[in-house]
């Protein structure tokens, strides 16, 4: 059956008219006020522009029947409070040059405006200096003396009471709570000097007390096992500083929950950040696995532009590429150090349930075999199965070394060339002269015990045990040592004898143009052949045989989107990831003792070697508290 046909009217023309301000107000609160977090959010960025030491947040329904936000900043002066609810009225501008180099956190006076037009708005306030208080009504414009001190209380009900069908459109009273509470945390992670508080129904949900170190301020907000699985970042160069914690590959996550970036003390998200982020994980992090950072940008306030987004959540840089640069550099070489040298017990950590006793220089880790012959005492009995027991009660069966002793275990062949140790440390301990006490500094990853399954080396520090996959540990050595020797030189670039040319829209056409002096740096020459065509004249060296054109589009798109490109890295060190995972010893070859120990010596001294070039880890450390309680020792 065919269906019926549809008539549609013509357009019937409606008269251009200027809107009244309530409805203006009402469509500036639909991009300014989504939830009620968004009210939060704009309520701190005062409290903090006035100067507060102290903000307490009063929720009520998660926020929709009360948002209370009182602050020990400034305040308002009375003349100026009947100001303060009209729409574009602000003290942190004046001029384009203040637009151009903002360093407030709100600066668009948009926000109580728009909050008064859908909500029942009042602020308490008091001006530094002041006799007295006064509240406003931001229904009536009623203005009223009221007891309080130096400050100002925001005070939101009833949100979306004049817009209703907004109102639908939230979700349950915890799930607005949950964000409301997350708004309160990412301002305070930026300002650790000052304190915060949540009620919400008159309970105490969440507070933050003034910090004076902004790692106090993240154990606090984000527990101390972000501050304890997380590295320090400090980066300065040019016109750009990073500084902050980004988390170990261990820690990372499932979601991007505990990702915070921050530009001037503004949280942001951004797409050139968080690309330049998770390209310093690129090759550390198994899967998609997402990293758990805090990260604080400095910038001159003139190179960015936060006048993008009425949430002013979004910023725009002058050099994308500078910033993208320097964050990515930033994190690789935080992440860079390997963490073998943390794995001895730092000060103040607890002790194993039992202690091993001072050594004396010349001490062997042998002990002498145990004697089974038929005696008159059974070998139960201590002094049969230690027959030349120390005199010293307190001694442990560590015997001195005697220069006519055999060694404690067959000498073991020189290790091939594939395992030398780096210079200055030593290609294999001497476990019959040394004892791990006296080397915890020089071996973070202890000594080689002996080898499992042909698949993992097993080692003892002074923690306990250390667990090495041999071949994820040597293949992350040969992949670093093959980046090492690439990064050395430029990229090599090898003209095609026939151009590649494909089809490409207007947006690759005008990056290619715009990254004219970008492209050959990547090994890469892209050229307009006509108007929608462009043509690859000439690819980097070691991806001679890939495909031109795809590596072009990959490559154009990044630029278009972060104003930086790892595609050429990214391409190049799937090769020497590849080349790395076939040079890499194997699973089931027989090592021996000084191959095994210069494996662990050549960890401690690569850089990310804790993860494999999958992101697999490489090693794992039990203590020996973890294996007291495997056999429930002590208890």
Not at 63 to 72: A, F, P
Not at 417 to 427: D, E, H, I, T, V
Not at 431 to 439: D, E, K, L, M, Y
Request: contains cysteine; charged residues 25%.
């Amino acid at each position: 059956m065919s269906a019926l046909p549809t008539t549609i009217s013509p357009p019937q023309r409606r008269p251009i008219r200027e809107l009244p301000d309530e409805l203006i107000s009402q469509i500036a609160a639909g991009e300014v006020v989504e939830r009620p977090a968004s009210v939060v959010r704009e309520l701190l960025d005062n409290a903090l522009d006035a100067g507060a030491g102290q903000i307490t947040v009063r929720l009520a329904s998660g926020g929709v029947r009360l948002i209370s936000v009182e602050d020990d900043g400034l305040g308002i002066p009375r003349e100026e409070l009947t100001v303060a609810l009209r729409r574009h009225a602000t003290s942190k501008i004046a001029s384009l040059d203040d637009l151009e180099t903002v360093g407030t956190m709100g600066f668009r006076g948009e926000a109580l405006a728009a909050i008064n037009a859908i909500a029942e708005l009042s602020i308490l306030s008091r001006f530094a200096g002041s006799d007295s208080a006064f509240a406003l009504d931001g229904r009536t414009g009623e203005l009223r003396p009221v007891a309080r001190s130096t400050g100002t209380t925001v005070e939101v009900r009833e949100l979306f009471f004049a817009t209703p069908a907004r109102r639908k459109f939230l979700k349950t009273d915890a799930t607005e709570l949950a964000h409301c509470i997350e708004a309160v945390r990412r301002h305070a992670l930026a300002r650790p000097e000052v304190g915060f508080s949540i009620w919400h129904d008159g309970k105490l949900v969440e507070q933050w007390r003034a910090a004076a170190t902004r790692e106090q301020r993240l154990a606090d907000a984000l527990s101390d096992e972000f501050v304890s699985q997380s590295v320090a970042v400090a980066r300065e160069g040019g016109a750009v500083r990073v500084v902050g914690r980004a988390g170990i590959p261990d820690a990372a996550r499932s979601r991007g929950d505990h990702q915070f970036f921050y530009v001037n003390g503004r949280f942001v998200r951004d797409k050139v950040l968080s690309h330049a982020v998770r390209s310093a994980y690129e090759d550390v992090l198994h899967g998609q696995r997402q990293p758990v950072y805090a990260l604080y940008l400095e910038i001159d306030p003139s190179r960015v532009d936060v006048n993008v987004h009425p949430t002013k959540i979004e910023v725009r840089f002058r050099d994308g590429r500078e910033v993208h640069q320097a964050v990515r550099h930033a994190v690789e070489d935080a992440l860079a150090a390997p963490r073998a040298n943390d794995a001895t017990a730092p000060a103040g950590a607890p002790q194993p349930f039992f202690k091993q006793a001072p050594l004396p220089p010349n001490a062997s880790w042998a002990q002498p075999a145990m004697d089974f012959t038929p005696r008159e005492r059974g070998t139960g009995d201590f002094e049969a199965m230690w027959p030349q027991r120390s005199e010293q009660p307190r001694q442990v069966a560590l015997h001195a070394a005697e220069p006519s002793a055999p060694p404690p275990w067959p000498a073991a062949s020189a290790a091939p060339a594939s395992f030398q140790a780096p210079s200055g440390l030593p290609l294999a301990p001497s476990p019959g002269t040394q004892s791990i006490a006296n080397n915890d500094e020089a071996w973070p990853l202890g000594r080689a015990l002996a080898q499992l399954q042909g698949v993992y080396i097993l080692a003892e520090n002074s923690q306990g045990l250390v667990i090495v996959d041999m071949h994820a540990a040597h293949e992350r050595i040969v992949y670093e040592r093959l980046k090492t020797q690439l990064d050395g030189a430029a990229i090599s670039s090898q003209p095609l004898l026939i151009p590649a040319t494909f089809a490409a829209t207007p947006q690759e056409v005008a990056t290619a143009e715009a990254c004219a002096e970008v492209l050959p740096t990547l090994g890469l020459e892209i050229t307009p052949f006509s108007a929608r065509t462009l043509a690859v004249r000439a690819v980097p060296g070691t991806l001679a045989d890939g495909d031109p054109a795809e590596l072009a589009r990959s490559v154009l798109a990044e630029l278009g989107q972060h104003d930086a490109s790892t595609v050429v890295q990214r391409a190049q060190n799937e090769l020497l990831s590849t080349m790395a995972c076939h040079g890499a010893v194997r699973a089931n070859r027989k090592l021996t003792i000084d191959e095994m120990n210069a494996l662990l010596r050549q960890m401690e001294a690569t850089e990310r070697s804790d993860q494999c070039n999958h992101g697999r880890p490489t090693w794992r450390q039990l203590s020996v508290r973890e294996l007291d309680s495997l056999f429930m020792r002590g208890r």
